[in-house]
């Protein structure tokens, strides 16, 4: 066999070239497998970088029941209940004038001295009553609250003031 000096120097090149190549790949993987064993790892947990994600997608408000607090709330907006109260005359077109309006059914009508002046004599505490609780007179019926029972006592005895007002 005849010894070529330039084919062992490709040989052992090549072998180097090889072992070159092997190196690089081995140190890709091992950096990558250090970096995942404790890079991202370590982000991740960070206390402050988890606190930095969660500032970043806090929802901007949030709405408390009733007796419920939130932790680190920041600004508190207490929002009151808005109870609308109805005026005298809005109760009365929305409770009262279908029957007092024309005086249907035997209601006495808004404005009809004479229909209620002897009412008005039995004293402004039983109209009250009558309009609150309902009331079978002579004339009709008059039913709780002319029906509409979700309006407070006060709103309705606002309306029957304004009636009584009008008989005037
Ligand atoms: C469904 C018809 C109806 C509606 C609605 C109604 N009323 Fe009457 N109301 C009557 C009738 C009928 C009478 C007369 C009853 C009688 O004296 O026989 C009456 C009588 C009254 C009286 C006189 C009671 C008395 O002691 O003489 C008052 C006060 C009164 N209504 C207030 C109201 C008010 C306030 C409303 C609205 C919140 C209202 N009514 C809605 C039918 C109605």
Same mark, same amino acid.
């Given at each position: 066999m005849e010894n070529n000096p330039d084919k062992s120097f490709f040989d052992l090149f090549m072998l180097f070239i090889g072992a070159l190549i092997g190196i690089v790949f081995g140190l890709v993987l091992l950096a990558n497998y250090i970096s995942g064993k404790t890079q991202q790892v370590f982000i991740m947990d960070e206390a402050n970088y988890q606190a930095q994600i969660d500032a970043r997608i806090r929802p901007v408000g949030r709405v408390a029941l009733d007796g419920e607090t939130i932790e680190n709330a920041g600004e508190v907006v207490k929002i009151e209940p808005v109870a609308e109260v109805l005026s005298a005359v809005q109760v009365y077109n929305q +409770? *009262?004038? +279908? *029957?007092?309006g024309a005086g249907i059914a035997g209601a006495p009508k808004a404005g009809d001295g004479a229909a209620w002046a002897p009412r008005i004599a039995l004293g402004e505490a039983l109209l009250h009553q009558h309009a609150l609780e309902g009331y079978q007179g002579l004339a009709g019926y008059m039913p709780p609250k002319g029906g509409h029972t979700n309006l407070s006592d006060a709103e309705i005895i606002s309306a029957v003031e304004y009636l009584v007002e009008q008989a005037r």
């Amino acid at each position: 066999m005849e010894n070529n000096p330039d084919k062992s120097f490709f040989d052992l090149f090549m072998l180097f070239i090889g072992a070159l190549i092997g190196i690089v790949f081995g140190l890709v993987l091992l950096a990558n497998y250090i970096s995942g064993k404790t890079q991202q790892v370590f982000i991740m947990d960070e206390a402050n970088y988890q606190a930095q994600i969660d500032a970043r997608i806090r929802p901007v408000g949030r709405v408390a029941l009733d007796g419920e607090t939130i932790e680190n709330a920041g600004e508190v907006v207490k929002i009151e209940p808005v109870a609308e109260v109805l005026s005298a005359v809005q109760v009365y077109n929305q +409770a *009262c004038v +279908a *029957c007092h309006g024309a005086g249907i059914a035997g209601a006495p009508k808004a404005g009809d001295g004479a229909a209620w002046a002897p009412r008005i004599a039995l004293g402004e505490a039983l109209l009250h009553q009558h309009a609150l609780e309902g009331y079978q007179g002579l004339a009709g019926y008059m039913p709780p609250k002319g029906g509409h029972t979700n309006l407070s006592d006060a709103e309705i005895i606002s309306a029957v003031e304004y009636l009584v007002e009008q008989a005037r």
